[in-house]
Structure formats: C-alpha cells, structure tokens
C-alpha cells in the first residue's frame, strides 16, 4: 500500500472481507497504511464479533457515517484511497466517492488479489483438507456411475455428498458473471459443448437460462465423463478433474489422456520458482500443438480459452493466472495453482486431468492426490 | 429509451442477457432505441445462435471490435449509452468507455429492471410451474423431517429432489455480494440468527466463510423448522415459505404464526392496481407493531430489514422492492412479488410465511399454493 502510495484500502467483496476479516458481514473493512483496521457492520455486527478476530468492529447505520467513524477511531480521512474496482459495481463506487469526497479513488484489486496470491501454512492444511473432500467425491462417483444414468442424477448424487461432507453448496468466482456449481459433470459429446464461462469445458446444463455442467443426457458406454470438481474446506477451495468410462474408451481419447498426463508432467518439471506464468503457459501449449491438439487444446475450435491453470484460495478464480501474456507473473514459494490440460472433440467428448498444487520451500507439492488413471467402471 | 434520451443500452450482465437473448453467453447485447438488437459473443456464438431467437448474432474476438461490428451492422455511433451501473463493475465500465471514446455513459439499471418487472403471460406460466417444483420440495420436506437429523441433512435432501425436478442449483441474486442456495433451511434458535444478506432471516450456515442458511444444528421438537424455497422452472424462480415443527410449538410462536398470516391477509386486501409500494410496506409494518411486533418484525432488532416484499422473476431480487422508501414504485398490472411476513425471536426462533403473488387483470392472485397450516410432523 505504501508502495503504491495509498493511505488506505476499503474492502467490500465477501471473498475479500473472508480473508482479511475470518467472517462475511455486510459491511466494508478500512484497511489504514498504518494502525488498526476498522470493520463497519451493516449486518450483523454481533456476527462480525464473534466471528472474527479484528479488534476494532463498529456498527454502520448509513454510508455516510462512515467519515466520523474512521475519525472516531483515530483514522486521518484519506487522499488516496483504495477500492477492488474489478468487482465493484459502478452505483457503488460512484456512493462511496461521494462518502469520501476528497479522497483519489485507485483501483486496488491487484494488490488485494497479490496478497491474497500467497498461502500460508494454515491456508495450504486447508486446502489439503479440501484435497481429501475431492478425493472422497471422486470415489463417490466410482461407486456410483452407471450406464443410462442422466448426468443431472450424478450430478445431484455428488452434490448431495459433498454437502455432507460440509461443503457449503457455494462456489465463489470472483469475475463478473462468474456461476459456477460444486462440480461439473459431463458425459460424451455433452462434455465437448463450450459454455460461457471462461473454462476450457463448458457443458450443456440443465437449461439456457444456466447453460453449463450437468444435462439431461444418459450416461453410455465408450465414452468419457468428465468430473471437474472443486473440494472445500474451511473457507478454501482446491480443484481437480477426473474421468471416468463404463468399458473402453475409443483410442483418439486414450491418447488424447496420456498426452495430457505428459502436459502435466513437463509442467511439474518447469514449474519452479522464477519461472515466468506466461512462459509456462506457453510452453505447454506449445507442447499440446505439437502432440497434434492446436484445434483442441483447452476448448474446442473457436472457444478456446487462453489459459492452462489458475490460482485458487477462497475464489476458484484467484491469481496467478497462468495464461498468455500473464507476464506480470513469477512463479514464487507460497503460490498455489490448478493446472488443468484438457482437450475438445466435437460431438465425441472431452478429455484431460487436473490438479491444484502448491510451491513449498522444497518445490512443487500436488495437494489434489485421487488415482490419476483413467477409471472403468461397469 | 427515447423519454431517457438513449441511443442504445449495452446488456452485459447474466440474466438481463438471458431476459433479452433467451440465452447466456460471454458477451454483449446491442439495444438501439430503433432497429434490430444486435448480440455481440465472445464465446460461445455457436450456441447463442441455437438458443436465442433473435437475428443479429456475430463472434466478437476483442472489445475493441465492437464499433467496427456496429457500424458493420448499421449503427450509428451512440452519443448517449445506457449500462447496467448498478451491476457492472468499475473495470469493465472503464474498458467499455474506451471503447466508446464519444458516447456519454448513462445508468440504465433502473429502465432494465423496470422492463423485466412487468412479466408476460408466459412468464407467469413459467412461474406457476416453478410453484408446483417448490411444493414438491415443500411435500419432500414434511416426509423426511426427523427429529435428530441436522439442518443441513434435511437442506441435502431437499437440494438434491430439486435438482432431480430441473431446479439447476443456481439461484440468481442481482445484490452486489448476493449469494444464495437453493433454500433456507433453519431449525430452532439458528433460524434466528442475521446473516449479511440482506434478508430477514439468515441462519447460521456450515461455517462463517457461508454464514447462511443450513447449519450443524440437529432438529428439536418443539421449535419451528423454517424452508424458504425457491422454485424454478424455465429459468424463473418463485420464493415460498413454510414452517414445520415436530409436536408443538411454544404459545408465543404460535400466535405469531397466525398473526402473520394477518399480515399477508391484509396485504392481499390492500395490494391493488395503483397502490404505492412504500405505503403497502408501511401499512403492513404498522399493523406487525400494533399487534407487538416492533423489536422482532422483518429480524432480530438491530438487524431488521426495511422490506416486507420484492419482485422476481429471473433473479430473486427484483422490482418492485415492497419497502420503505419505495415511493417511485406503484402496483400495476403484470408485476409479480414475493410477500413475507417474518417474526424472529432471538435464541427460541423465526416464524412466517412467504407466498409469491402476480398482479393480474382480475386482481392479486396467488402462485405458490402449498397448504398454509403450520406442519406439525413426527
């Protein structure tokens, strides 16, 4: 904050107030340059207090008391001050610029998002946790996959398990527009349809109005299916992609798999402290085009996405991205990322593997750890 | 458009986009004050052209493109540009006013929501539908009911049976930081407790990264058992609530029940064609405080909600707000909205009823239909 010549930061998006304050209220958290952070609640303050461990919790009434709050507890009013622009809506903003009439508003997101980008200890025992609830979804799926099953029925069948599992039902993504289910469950050509979210699969869903994971299709055999799910634990996400088959799967697609398994691997073998997010991404998808899969690779032909992996935490959507030109981006201890090469065959299905990792002291440890060969089942 | 002076209305967000489209995909609709829409996709324009009726569909590789495409399609350049301000966040409107160098950024949120509050015979078909789905829920519900059985077991099950009717598992909040499950599932002393939505029951949740709803609690006799539904059916949800009890329940709860189905009695007497929504909330809210409800009508005092009542269609929180304040909304004919009146008694429980209610040329009519009566199950 110092650096970027800020006096303070205003933090109002849940995933955000999560990290910095251990609970959601309504609200918004000061976050001074220097000093205590102040944390107004609209609702509920009871909450915030017994939820978080900030000292410093005051009730907000209205926006516009916000001033002499922060001057009650000793915060000079600002002139620089700090706001996630990336998601806050324009209405809001343009009141808290009212609120805060002779402060510079700057767009703080990126360095919410880069403090947010580095784990702890505690977060990556969680993630681990999470690692474990995946796993367990995973077997779920083996037990129950079953040929002339909807893929809806799989799909409720997992959600229902993971929610006893005490995954709270919610996925949080942090770009706009971003809906996203516990898990994505998709079999055959219905895998291989784009959607629009930014991921490289997509699905047809149950619906238009929410065109994407689980359809109305009947699971067959030959053909994959797909088991992208996100495990919880405690506020923390990790991600990781499956597949499944009842009896075999036609030899484009086998291949197709162990190629992607070799993605993973040069990626485990460049992956390393110092190396340029941009760099890996490319790569690795210089590697995919040259196994064959340029019309393939992370989507199918015209929807592809320009990414291969991305940080995770609170958010599925997290930095660092590793993308094209994410070049503001190197690979240091503390990271922790999903990277997931996949591939796209219209109307036959899509196939890949994915796992969330961590960049510890001693190099890059895999959190997600189900069985990475393909699975038959029936 | 024309009485705001508009050129044009740039529709970005979700379920303005599926209201206009018919579909979902990345991207931006085109809406010139005269002429033919036009639906601008970054991924996926294959699939917007399968599922929304209208015309004009063109890939659209970079922002920058898009008044080359307008043009290309017989736009004339926007001098006045409406947006969704109360939705769209500051970064992104910031890249769209590069991209319209010339054009005056208006909000449009106001005049989007206005069109989608008056709802067509369709749509309320649509939303009678989903009242069937969520008295199913609500009839799954008085079967599986135990004494011993967590909220969230009971909220698993539920999710799961609405998920196996077509409910996608998404409900749409248009609230910056709206998050939502399917339903509010609370029993006893937790269906008490505030959360940060902004609603009048919240429920304390599996963990205070998701402090809403299902929590640990296991389910008593002798306590009311809160299921705040939202059924879906086409992409329109309806909200609905009932109360479930295992024996009875304390006097004080009782009475409170039926004194909020006096509540809604009045609501429906006074809710005709021209009524301001404003008076509507402050006449229901006198009554609630005549007959001694003050500190507990709407939450717990000192997180009471200024609303008895909100539109929906699409998203969950729509116009008309039945609120304080809400001076510039009158009842018309085709407006569709969920009434609620709720009780909350800290440390013993909530209790209320919510029904979703259509404003139809022969007067009020109620959507929701499940039996009234408190179940008394077990």
Redesign the interface.
């Known amino acids: 904050m110092a650096e970027a010549g800020l006096d303070a930061v205003l933090v109002?998006?849940?995933a955000d107030l999560?990290y910095f304050t251990?609970?959601?209220?309504?609200g918004t958290l000061y976050v001074p340059v220097t000093g205590t952070p102040l944390y107004l609640v609209r609702?509920?303050?009871?909450?915030a207090r017994e939820?978080s461990p900030l000292r410093d919790i005051v009730?907000l009434a209205a926006m516009r008391d916000i001033p002499a709050l922060l001057g009650a507890h000793g915060h000079p009013a600002p002139r620089r001050l700090g706001?996630e622009?990336?998601?806050?809506?324009?209405?809001?903003?343009?009141r808290y610029q009212k609120v805060f009439r002779d402060a510079e508003g700057v767009?703080a997101?990126s360095l919410v998002r880069r403090v947010r980008m580095l784990k702890s200890d505690w977060e990556i025992a969680q993630m681990r946790a999470a690692a474990r609830q995946a796993d367990a979804i995973y077997q779920r799926a083996r037990e129950i996959i079953r040929e002339g099953m909807t893929d809806?029925?799989l799909?409720?069948?997992l959600?229902?398990a993971a929610?006893?599992a005490?995954?709270?039902?919610?996925i949080?993504m942090r770009s706009?527009?971003g809906?996203m289910?516990y898990a994505h469950v998709c079999s055959g050509p219905d895998s291989a349809?784009?959607?629009?979210?930014?991921t490289p699969l997509?699905g047809v869903?149950?619906?238009?109005?929410?065109?994407q994971g689980a359809g109305w299709r009947r699971i067959q055999p030959h053909e994959p299916i797909i088991l992208d799910n996100a495990g919880w634990a405690?506020?923390y996400l990790v991600d990781q992609t499956r597949v499944f088959a009842i009896g075999e799967l036609p030899p484009r697609l086998m291949r197709a798999y162990d190629d992607m398994l070799r993605i993973q691997e040069l990626m485990r073998e460049i992956a390393t402290v110092g190396m340029n997010c941009a760099e890996l991404y490319e790569r690795c998808l210089s590697r995919a085009q040259e196994l064959g899969y340029a019309d393939h690779f992370m989507g199918p032909r015209?929807?592809q996405v320009s990414f291969i992996g991305h940080g995770l935490g609170?958010e599925i959507d997290e930095f660092p991205p590793i993308a094209r030109g994410a070049t503001d981006f190197v690979l240091a201890v503390s990271m922790a990322f999903a990277f997931e090469p996949k591939v796209v065959f219209p109307g036959q299905g899509a196939i890949g593997i994915e796992n969330t990792f961590h960049l510890g002291p001693q190099g890059l440890e895999q959190l997600t750890f189900s069985d990475e060969r393909l699975v038959t089942v029936g």
Chains 1, 2 share one sequence.
Not at 85 to 94: K, Q
Not at 166 to 170: A, I, L, R, S
């Open positions: 109002t998006q849940n999560f251990g609970t959601i209220q309504s609702k509920d303050a009871g909450r939820e009730p706001f622009l990336d998601v806050l809506p324009v209405a809001f903003y343009e767009d997101s809806i029925e799909a409720a069948e959600e229902r929610r006893l005490g995954h709270p039902g919610f949080r706009f527009n809906e289910l349809v784009p959607a629009y979210l930014d997509g869903g149950p619906h238009p109005s929410f065109g405690e506020g015209g929807a609170v």
